[in-house]
Nanobody, 117 residues
Framework: QVQLVESGGGLVQPGGSLRLSCAAS??????????MDWYRQAPGKQRELVAAITSGGSTNYADSVKGRFTISRDNAKNTVYLQMNSLKPEDTAVYYC?????????WGQGTQVTVSS
């Protein structure tokens, strides 16, 4: 059973930085073969894709975070990261780690990020 556990959220002032981590376990195949994503959901809004990284390491970002956020992975640690810099109040949301296989999709429990002075 795939399990995704996020950590690293918290309260930060505008302009600050946070690094989120997602520790993954229980994959049928090796972690390195799975694309991994970060989503977020703000109160009253739909969940949206923030950043994605393929098994080969290619990345993609939402326009709203380009140049500020960086997704990366450490296949030896079965972990994916989201480095968030120059944070804005509108980045406030619950951030979720996500992956999928051919037959199922998997979500972590989420970690709260609050950007406020």
């Amino acid at each position: 059973q795939v399990q995704l556990v996020e950590s690293g959220g918290g309260l930060v002032q505008p302009g600050g930085s946070l690094r989120l981590s997602c520790a993954a376990s229980g994959f049928t195949f090796t972690f390195s073969s799975y694309a991994m994503d970060w989503y977020r959901q703000a109160p009253g809004k739909q969940r949206e894709l923030v950043a994605a990284i393929t098994s080969g390491g290619s990345t993609n970002y939402a326009d709203s975070v380009k140049g500020r956020f960086t997704i990366s992975r450490d296949n030896a640690k079965n972990t994916v990261y989201l480095q968030m810099n120059s944070l804005k109040p509108e980045d406030t949301a619950v951030y979720y780690c996500h992956t999928s296989s051919l037959t199922r999709t998997y979500w972590g429990q989420g970690t709260q990020v609050t950007v406020s002075s």
